[in-house]
């Protein structure tokens, strides 16, 4: 594989363009109610906005463009044998988009909760790793949690 500022294009245009925004809003849904929570939905372009910005970042742009590559052409055979390795580039997906940490943990984790709800057509194994890990990530990064809305009661002055 190679990367090159034509191809972290190609990669941002996929991204941006993906219907990743009602997934987003789904997954926020579903944890929101596991942490008896609301949390904001999330429209497409509030979505393609926080790709914009990921993207901007050149040295973030093309690591997230050399997983959303990889995931995009992964198909393991039989799938499960690959379990580690689509799980693994997910993960780090996600935390790639989210930033540093903590944010980068929480993307994570809510990456193999956002892996459970969704699906890809057959043949596409690394597709759904791909989408669950951008939901995963994005939706850490997108404001619309109450307890991000606030100063940290844990801020030193």
């Known amino acids: 594989m190679r990367l090159t500022p034509g191809t ?11 219907p990743i925004a009602p997934h987003i809003t789904e997954v926020r849904a579903a944890l929101g109610e596991q942490f008896d929570t609301t949390v904001a939905p999330v429209s497409d372009e509030e979505y393609r906005a926080e790709v914009d910005a990921v993207f901007a970042d050149g040295d973030r742009a093309v690591n997230v463009a050399a997983f959303v590559a990889i995931l995009r052409e992964l198909d393991v055979e039989g799938d ?18 989210a930033g540093g940490q903590p944010l980068a943990l929480l993307a994570e984790a809510t990456f193999h909760f956002a892996d459970v709800h969704t699906d890809s057509p057959e043949g596409e194994a690394g597709l759904d790793d791909l989408d669950a890990a951008l939901a995963a990530g994005f939706q850490t990064r997108l404001p619309g949690w109450e307890w991000r809305e606030s100063p940290s009661p844990f801020a030193i002055d």
């Open 80 to 97: 499960y044998p690959g379990f580690v390795v689509d799980e693994l580039l997910g993960r780090q997906l996600a935390a790639t988009i």
């Open 8 to 18: 972290v294009r190609e990669h941002y245009e996929f991204v941006r363009e993906r």
